[in-house]
């Protein structure tokens, strides 16, 4: 089961060293993490994608907890939730391709961020799997390079998670 | 007035209160060791090798409950820590670590002696620091000294480069330490104790199960009243022999793989087991799937993650042992019903069934010496009074087994890690911090070898420890296991090219004693503890076909142990061949 952690974390050097070494060292599987620091510059927030049973979940978390910088975690996936990503795609755009390109953004909602005369480089942000299927609809002839950022959460209604 | 980092370094130390560092000095140490040089608070207590710095300082943490305190210089320095790190992590004990680094110029550009210390020992430490202004440096020794002893106990490092202690600052030592992202817990839940009390009682065949975490918790006190009120059989782990009096007849010895066969198969029909302090190691446990098929468990720990890590539970109390125990006899003392007594005698019954089995019983006929009939004087001869620390092998597991531990804190041994070399140094750490006791190292011809330059360290500190070798030869129990499980093929286990131990001690400035007959062990052992001002090397030459007995192979469960009988194999001994 695919699980969505979402960490308050020191803003220290190797805070996030001590999270990918947890993650190594036990054999968890960390399938993405988005880090960046918050509105408090002491704190860093990390949102943590992994798969797991139940029971591997549950000594996750706690050992996550365990860490001396990690400040505060929430299972984002235990309730009702947002989660979104950021795709940065460039690909070819030149002859009869370049319109259907912009067709397929405009229809994804995606924007064209940056433009030579045989390429387009779109930004497109939503869920992993409406990433997945623009990056289907271009069809892997016509990709140069694909970005992700990796998942970020936020729990849906009044609460949040801060210290 | 502003101090250089080294001077507040060691004042830090001082207002910590603390009185022995071990250590050893570096390049990146040195300013340190100057500011160490002009006081005469604190005490260094110069080893032979880093290694013997961390046990040494580890066995003063288990033998007082205090925090030990260790020095080094970087790169190499640091390196050689990291064993005694890890061993001390594996086994949850309290050390601050301190190792010089090279200047924060430097830091990065492989500089000599450079190591990335908080890189390489972040998988062994509850936490570590590099302090990299010496503003910051007070309040990081006050943090790493508060992390290391509260919640689950640990090793802490803190990195230390070389201009740190050389730049200036004024110095406060900071009275507390509070820290938004640790907060340890001690109280349990009220509303888990009290279910874990009402299954208690409903017990027919209860079993407790007690480990490491109440001696650290201090909770030796508690757990004695908790069992005694209940009349329940108790065992206990590697880790916690002591806790709860040995030679009481509600003790069924230690369990697990060499555990005892009244304990190992009491775990086995528990109908509620009681897990104190304990996590459910692999040498505990056995096979998971056959392990203890009709208990409810309850467990208390003050980590939540050794919670249901291995083996699910029914009651989990998040919580110190003392203070939870404490709480659990006070819902006993209260509650109206009362231990179902029939079905206890009818389980003390069974227990004592088992017992008679005497699974510890030896051959006392030998005309070789039988390392158990060592022990067994040992104790004998000690009151059972003394510290013992061991080194790992077969050697440890009779000590486990022989030596009857009534205390907490005598029995010193590397249970987690199982780190050869443990031992000696570990005995300096508890002589260095119980002078007036007896305190023996109870190793193997191997295990002793990987950290015998510390015979140095023992001469120059004058520390009287009696070394008990039991010389078989052989790395015991890697041969026992490849006579069982490997068809006799002693791959590499054979002690080739022993030295002359008495020779060894002698040279040291100590005192030898070579002993190769039953009839004289006991005469020795009392000679040396005679000797009360001198180390002695008691070199035991043991029968190196003996095994350690009852013993649970891997994959099988407690109720499937191997008792007896224990075949010599005389053809594959090299030296009776
Ligand atoms: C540092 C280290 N290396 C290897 C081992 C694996 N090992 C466990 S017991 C043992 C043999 C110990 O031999 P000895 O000290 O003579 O004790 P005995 O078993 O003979 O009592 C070995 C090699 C270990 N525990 N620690």
Known sequence: MRHVISILLENEAGALSRVAGLFSARGYNIESLAVAPTEDSTLSRMTLVTTGSDEVIEQITKQLNKLVDVVKLVELTQGPYIEREMLLIKVRAAGDGRDEVKRLADIFRGHIIDVTDTTYTLELTGTGSKLDAFIEALGPAGIIEVVRSGPSGIARGEKGVHV | ?577
């Not at chain 2, 200047?103 to 972040?122: H, K, M, N």
């Not at chain 2, 231990?339 to 006392?364: H, T």
């Not at chain 2, 001002?533 to 192979?553: G, K, S």
Request: hydrophobic content about 40%; some cysteine; aromatic content about 8%.
């Open chain 2, 1 to 577: 007035m502003e101090l250089t980092g080294a001077d507040i370094f060691v004042r830090c130390l001082r207002d910590e209160g603390v009185e022995y560092v071990f250590g050893y000095p570096g390049g990146a140490a040195l300013h340190i060791y100057d500011a160490l040089y002009r006081q005469d608070k604190v005490k260094h207590i110069l080893v032979r090798h880093e290694q013997g710095a961390t046990h040494a300082a580890d066995g003063y943490a288990r033998s007082t409950g205090r925090p030990g305190v260790v020095l080094v210089t970087s790169g190499p320095g640091v390196t050689n820590t990291v064993t005694g790190i890890a061993t001390a992590y594996m086994d949850s004990i309290p050390l601050v670590i301190f190792s010089g680094q090279v200047a924060t110029s430097l830091i990065g550009d492989d500089a000599f002696q450079e190591v990335d210390a908080v890189g390489i020992t972040r998988p062994c430490v509850k936490h570590n620091f590099l302090v990299k202004d010496v503003r910051d440096l007070a309040a990081t020794v006050k943090k790493a000294f508060y992390i290391a002893t509260t919640g689950r106990p640990g090793p802490v490092l803190v990195d230390i480069p070389k201009d740190v202690t050389a730049h200036k600052c004024e110095y406060a030592y900071p009275k507390e330490v509070s820290m938004r992202s640790y907060n340890p817990v001690t109280k349990g839940h009220p509303g888990q104790i009290k279910k874990a009390v009402d299954l208690i009682l409903a017990a027919k065949r209860p079993m407790i199960y007690s480990g490491g975490g109440v001696i650290l918790s201090e909770g030796s006190k508690p757990l004695t009243d908790f069992v005694r009120l209940l009349g329940y059989p108790i065992t206990q782990t590697l880790m916690g022999l002591g806790a709860y009096p040995g030679t009481d007849p509600l003790s069924v010895g230690m369990l697990g793989m060499h555990g005892t066969y009244e304990a190992n198969m009491a775990m086995h029909e528990c109908d509620v087991l009681i897990a104190i302090g304990a996590r459910f190691d692999d040498r505990v446990t056995g096979d998971l799937e056959k392990f203890c098929p009709h208990a409810r468990i309850i467990h208390v720990d003050i980590d939540p993650a050794s919670i249901s890590k291995n083996v699910p539970v029914e009651v989990p109390i998040v919580g110190a042992a003392d203070a939870v125990l404490a709480e659990m006899i006070k819902l006993i003392k209260a509650a109206k019903k009362k231990p179902d007594k029939d079905a206890l005698a009818a389980w003390w019954k069974q227990i004592d069934q088992w017992r008679a089995q005497n699974c510890l019983d030896y051959d006392r006929d030998s005309k070789l010496i039988k390392p158990q009939f060592v022990l067994e004087t040992l104790y004998e001869l000690t009151g059972g009074e003394a510290f013992v620390t061991s080194d790992v092998g077969q050697h440890q597991m009779w000590a486990a087994q022989f030596y009857k531990f009534d205390k907490p804190r005598r029995w010193i041994n590397s249970g987690g890690l199982g780190t050869m070399g443990f031992g000696l140094p570990a005995a300096m750490g508890v002589q260095m911090a119980h002078p007036k006791s007896t305190v023996c190292c109870v190793t193997g011809e191997a295990s002793i070898q990987m950290c015998i330059q510390e015979l140095s360290t023992c001469k120059q500190y004058d520390l009287p420890i009696k070394i008990v070798n039991l010389n078989n030869r052989y790395m015991g129990m890697v041969r026992q296991w490849q006579e069982f499980f490997y068809d006799r093929r002693y791959s590499h286990s054979y002690m080739d090219a022993l030295p002359d131990f008495v020779k060894l001690a002698e040279s040291y400035g100590h005192v030898g004693l070579k002993i190769e007959k039953p009839a004289d062990v006991e005469g020795a052992l009392k000679e040396a503890l005679k000797l009360k001002d001198r180390l002695v090397f008691l070199d035991f030459i043991t029968d190196q076909t003996e095994n350690v007995y009852p013993m649970i192979a891997a994959g099988k469960g407690h109720n499937e142990m191997h008792l007896k009988p224990c075949k010599a194999v005389v053809s594959t001994d090299r030296e009776l061949a």
